[in-house]
């Protein structure tokens, strides 16, 4: 669980800390990239609340999951068609659903704390 959580607070502290500029022909691919890593980021999260998370699973997916996208934005690019939108799209519904699922998973967990700290104070 902590993996996903370390990459996120190194892709923070790099961003804010270096003055890295990204040249504008590479916007595409950077925004892909980003989304395609928060995707993974979420489904990491979602894995590890329903207990199935696995380091080698999360770790092939994020890169899989940024070669795949940047790798349609490339061919889109050569055949001028926007080929990325179909990633950005694909990313964005899967992102959304695992928040969902996320805040779900929590709810359902609030609800169970108070349950039982009602029943602590009834007995």
């Given amino acids: 669980m ?15 800390l270096t003055d890295i ?8 691919y950077l925004s892909i990239a980003v989304l395609a890593a928060l995707d993974t980021l979420f489904g990491g999260i979602r894995a590890h609340l329903q207990q199935v998370y696995n380091d080698k699973v999360f770790i092939s997916g994020f890169f899989f999951n940024i070669l795949l996208a940047c790798g349609l934005a490339f ?3 050569h055949l001028g068609v926007d ?3 179909a990633a950005i799209f694909a990313f964005g519904v899967r992102l959304f659903q695992n928040i969902a699922v996320i805040r779900r998973i929590l709810i359902q967990k609030w609800d169970e704390r108070h349950i039982k700290k009602s029943e602590k104070t009834v007995e």
């Fill in 2 to 16: 902590w993996l996903p959580f370390l990459g996120l607070i190194l892709g923070l502290a790099l961003g804010l």
């Fill in 21 to 28: 500029q990204i040249p504008s022909m590479y916007e595409n």
């Fill in 75 to 77: 061919i889109g690019v």
């Fill in 83 to 85: 080929l990325y939108l």
